[in-house]
């Protein structure tokens, strides 16, 4: 069954800090990774998207890894900003005629000040 | 652009009623999705459809409709409302299928279903 499986549930940091949320899936055939970030009463925001040959991306203080090979992606965040606090979502796409596409459950990020 | 627009952003049902979600994206997107988010949980797939007159389900369509005649719209209808069909509920649009393309999404419906 195709799954995605974030760590951890929640994460809480001091502002300034650096922090990494890792996202593990089992999806087969892969076509890409995608991570979303989710602010309190709002629908998801694309960060990065990566396709099987890309190893790493960033945007700005975020930057996601990828290993194919063992089908597990991060994603650092760096100098963290209390606007970062939201709920940071993995999700992976299926190479299918569906498409399908498997959200992860997210993790929840508070930065305190 | 407003981009997707979602309403209500609330709304409180008694069991055994019906209502309509609304959304509507201006981006002339061919594709729209409803998904639902349970606390925990990863978004699931309600409905979807390719455009205008063409839907198809998703991996939890039971006690849903949905229909699309233009390109703008894609209403979520719930026929007989259950408690378990309290949910956070988000509407999303892209240019293609969304493996490839980015999902835009609208910024919810709370429902309660009491």
């Known amino acids: 069954k195709n799954q995605v499986e974030q760590s951890p549930q929640s994460l809480i940091i001091l502002e300034g800090k650096n922090c990494t949320l890792q996202c593990n899936y089992t999806v087969s055939p892969f076509s890409n990774l995608r991570w979303y970030k989710q602010d309190t009463g709002r629908g998801p925001v694309s960060l990065t998207i990566m396709t099987f040959s890309e190893n790493t991306k960033s945007n700005g203080r975020y930057t996601a890894t990828l290993d194919a090979d063992t089908k597990q992606s991060s994603l650092h965040i760096t100098a963290s900003q209390l606007s970062d606090s939201a709920s940071y979502i993995c999700v992976v796409s299926e190479a299918s005629s569906a498409s399908k596409i498997i959200f992860g459950s997210g993790t929840r990020l508070s930065i305190r000040p | 652009n407003a981009g997707v627009t979602q309403t209500p952003k609330f709304r409180i049902l008694k069991i055994g009623q019906s209502m309509t979600l609304q959304c509507t994206q201006d981006m002339n997107h061919n594709y729209m999705y409803w998904y639902r988010q349970d606390p925990g949980m990863g978004l699931k797939l309600i409905y979807y459809?390719?455009?205008?007159?063409?839907?198809d389900k998703g991996e939890v369509p039971n006690g849903y409709n949905v229909s699309r005649s233009t390109t703008e719209d894609f209403p979520l209808r719930l026929e007989l409302a259950a408690p378990s069909q309290t949910s956070v509920y988000f509407c999303?649009?892209?240019?293609?299928?969304?493996?490839?393309?980015?999902?835009?999404f609208g910024p919810g419906t709370r429902l309660t279903v009491t």
């Open positions: 459809s390719v455009g205008a007159g063409i839907t």
């Open positions: 999303a649009s892209s240019y293609s299928r969304a493996g490839g393309y980015e999902q835009y």
